[in-house]
């Protein structure tokens, strides 16, 4: 079902933990599937010097929220706003159709953390919304239904 | 690593006597039942025999034995077949909140087509009374649905007491025993039950087939019709190997039932002991004690399903999940949600299911291994907080 | 004795690597595919393999190949899934009188229902002509369901231009290509099929294994509600070695196939031919050119088939009849009377199918014996008369 | 689907044939299956002295023609009157139910050969009533459809 590289990245999820006094942190949760993702950012003249997660969710909300912070350490507040869930997903060799919604929680938590930062530091960010605590999948109904019904 | 497979309850290895039994009905036995020539005929007896066999395991007539192609299609037969057949009678059906969803669906499907389906409520145990039963009964009741023993949490309904209620008020009874048979003794007569549905790959037997019992002289309407197969009750060419089989697997499950239903309870009941004393915010989800002899369910706080299983599953032990994220819908298990669940919780449930192939050591590891990685999820999750 | 089989449109028997290539799926790689751990994602990739290598040998996507438990399920899921889903754009569906049962029976089942249905008149040799269908629609047509080739006379339906009428229309269009597949070669693009139900057992495949193809976007209901799996559309967990094995038995019917039905064609045409010369009173049914490779129905006078089917069988020669004698209906086929063949003559029809088994040893063993068999009857008859 | 003496008697039929001059002959079909049957009595001294059938049917119908002849020779009249369709069938080890209305052929044709009897002696043979030339099947629906379906 998973890719090789998300499997290693919730095998070995990198930069799980919390920053203390992080220039921001943002959580957000899937109302639907009921997954959390918290995203800890340090920030540092504009650069994303450190990112921390927690995650309880599925395989694919864990590798992505890895990735995701493995995609921002480094990168400035405008590069990091260009990583979507898409490029998430791509850059761990893709995720099953079903699974793609798990993405959408780590580009939303690194926003929400961003957005947490602006607020901080009374600035805006352009190109940043609001971020909303619940993240919904509005193209769920777009694909078929995918095989998998949990317990059988 | 060897693994370590308890997940049986979604499906099993077939048994090696169970393949050799069905070998020859590929190859050499071939011939269509319903022809007329002796190669033709081998495969009459094989049939027949099979059917025989069935019924004598679940206490039926040999005549009362219908082969179908599972589980769920015994469910759609048996359902909307009654539906159908007795759509003159009322329109109202009465099934529980925890059936497979081979039952749900079906019963939602026929709410589009004008009948009436009450969804009986379970208690925290996932049990529905026979008073329960009875007082949703009407006029126009034309049947009544419900599992012999539920699929994710084990828990086992009291059908005999529930086919009196149905034979009282001469409603015809049906019940999924996909997951009962070869976990309890079935005897449709003594049990009341006028409609019962079984699957092969369940019992160690083949996938792809299953059994309809119909009591006899009780009115269905067909579901897959066409050639005179099955006494003109259900189209299709035999599927010989798989009949072959499935009788092959009936026999061997209840052949030392007793002892083998012992040892299970007691590496079941060391599993959910073991488990519960070693990882807090932990419970048994189902029956205490009425409850399948291989069915393990436990609520894990402050764990996501499907990571918790990829992550057992690393550490070379198959199991399942209620978990939404295991499953295409989103929505975590209507069974747990019915026993009144919360979301996140129902969120973190593991079910453990033993086969006959299990052995105590293999609990051992288990045990051994799941607090650790429990821990380590509960290290990952912002929920959590020592 | 070796026996002589010649029924290979009743069922045939399973080819040895189709066995092989299904082994491993019952004991080793039994996992349900629909969960999440390792030894379940393999079944996972067998299935998808499989899907692909039908939709490759039948011009289709992979995404739209749904398994079944055979060609009655996919027949009758197609024209009730069809019926169902279209109904709010009418109720009259298109068909011939020479459908197998499972198409007939479930056409007759929704006139029960409300529909309409039109069985088309075939001409003398079993082909109905495109100008018919076009003729046959109405304003309130949602289903043209036409076989691509009959099971018992072997004729081969101009499938493309009806499927070229039934798309100009914007109709969908359902053929039965239980016993074309693996006779000829199926491009459902370039045919203009929507709807095509296959059976794993009429290739040399396993018994209650079937596909229905479904043109990507086109609505039908289920037939089996339930689980996910077929994407939402087939209820039942997965028959897994079946599929493993009807996907190989796909590929294995369609490798050197041209020079297999070169073959087989003049076996054919030397069993016809040798018949049609040794026994007086005694013709080909069907088509002379547009039939199977594989089938030749005779229509023997004075003689009553299935006595003939016993005393082949006695002399190690198994074929099928299309006597009602044989039937457990009383009427002759169908089909032979569709052809306007009177009832006593359709009586004493014989059908020989040829399989990739069969040699010309086999054809000479025939040709020795039937003459001697065919007078035996007639001398005990009270018909005949020289 | 039949029993050995069933095959026995298809495979090897006694008294196949005709009788020049017979006392009595009787030709019966079945209207539904169209299967005909004719059976030629010897008859002396109210004694059926021999006996011989012509059939165009299936396996079965050829099976109790041979056994109905076997059974009536050397029988008097009231004892031929005496054998039935379910006689026959049991002399043969049972029939598949589907086959049970062939028997009737046998019962039937063996009464219209001794209704020719008697009306070419100008008698009357107690309880034996006129044949009809279509024998029907009445409880054909009362048994479940039986397997078979002729070609598949
Ligand atoms: C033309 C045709 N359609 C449908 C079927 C039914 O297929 P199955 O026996 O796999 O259900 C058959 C043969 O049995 C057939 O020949
Ligand atoms: C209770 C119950 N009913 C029905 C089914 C469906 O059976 P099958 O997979 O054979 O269609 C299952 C399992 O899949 C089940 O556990
Ligand atoms: S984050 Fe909920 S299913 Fe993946
Ligand atoms: S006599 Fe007609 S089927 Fe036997």
């Known amino acids: ?152 | 690593m060897n693994k370590i497979y308890l997940d049986n309850a979604a499906t099993t290895p077939v048994r090696k006597e169970v393949v050799e039994a069905m070998l020859p009905y590929f190859t050499e036995s071939f011939g269509n039942p319903s022809s007329v020539y002796q190669i033709a005929q081998m495969n009459k007896k094989a049939l027949d025999e099979s059917r025989e066999t069935i019924a004598k395991y679940i206490g039926s007539q040999t005549n009362e034995i219908f082969f179908t192609s599972g589980g769920s299609e015994a469910d759609n037969w048996a359902i909307k077949g009654i539906a159908e057949a007795h759509k003159n009678k009322g329109n109202h059906i009465i099934t529980t909140k925890i059936e497979h969803h081979a039952v749900l669906h079906t019963c939602e499907y026929l709410e589009k087509h004008g009948y009436e389906v009450t969804y009986l409520d379970v208690d925290d145990n996932g049990l529905v009374s026979p008073e329960a039963v009875e007082a949703a009964i009407k006029d126009t009741t034309i049947l009544i649905s419900i599992m012999y023993a539920n699929n994710e949490i084990g828990t086992i309904m009291p059908i005999k007491e529930i086919g009196a209620v149905a034979k009282a008020h001469k409603i015809p009874f049906h019940t999924d025993a996909v997951q009962a048979v070869g976990q309890v003794r079935i005897d449709v007569k003594d049990q009341n039950i006028d409609l019962l549905s079984l699957s092969g790959h369940k019992i160690n037997g083949p996938k792809g087939m299953g059994v309809l019992f119909i009591k006899r002289g009780l009115k269905l309407e067909n579901l897959i019709h066409g050639g005179g197969q099955e006494r003109g009750r259900r189209a299709g060419t035999e599927n010989v190997p798989g009949i072959v089989g499935l009788a092959k697997a009936m026999e061997l499950t209840y052949t030392d039932f007793d002892a083998k239903i012992e040892k299970m309870t007691k590496l079941r009941d060391k599993l959910i002991k073991g488990l519960l004393e070693s990882i807090p915010y932990c419970k048994l989800n189902g029956h205490p004690t009425k409850r399948l002899a291989n069915n393990a369910n436990i609520g894990v706080e402050y764990v996501e399903g499907e990571s918790l299983l990829l992550l057992l599953d690393m550490n070379g032990i198959a199991a399942s999940s209620g978990s939404a994220c295991t499953s295409g819908s989103l929505d975590p298990s209507h069974v747990l949600l019915a026993l009144g669940i919360p979301h996140e919780k129902a969120h973190g449930s593991i079910r453990f299911t033993l086969g006959v192939q299990n052995t105590e050591e293999e609990i051992d590891v288990v045990l051994e291994k799941m607090p650790a990685i429990v821990q380590r999820m509960r290290d990952m999750s912002p929920l959590w907080e020592e």
């Not at chain 1, 995650?55 to 990091?80: N, R, Y």
């Open chain 1, 1 to 152: 079902m998973y890719s090789e590289k998300v499997m290693d990245h919730f095998m070995n999820p990198r930069n799980v933990g919390e920053i203390e006094n992080a220039s921001g942190v943002g959580t957000v949760g899937n109302a639907k599937c009921g997954d959390i993702m918290k995203v800890y950012l340090q920030i540092e003249d504009g650069i994303i010097k450190d990112a921390k997660f927690k995650t309880f969710g599925c395989g694919a909300a864990v590798a992505t929220s890895s990735m995701a912070t493995e995609l921002v350490i480094g990168k400035t507040i405008e590069e990091a706003l260009k990583i979507t869930n898409k490029s998430v997903a791509e850059a761990l060799d893709g995720l099953p159709p079903v699974k793609m919604h798990c993405s959408l929680l780590a580009e939303e938590s690194l926003h929400a953390a961003l957005w947490d930062y602006a607020k901080k530091n009374n600035i805006t960010i352009e190109g940043l919304k609001e971020p909303v605590a619940d993240v919904h999948d509005h193209d769920h109904h777009d694909h078929d239904h995918e095989e998998g019904s949990g317990c059988c």
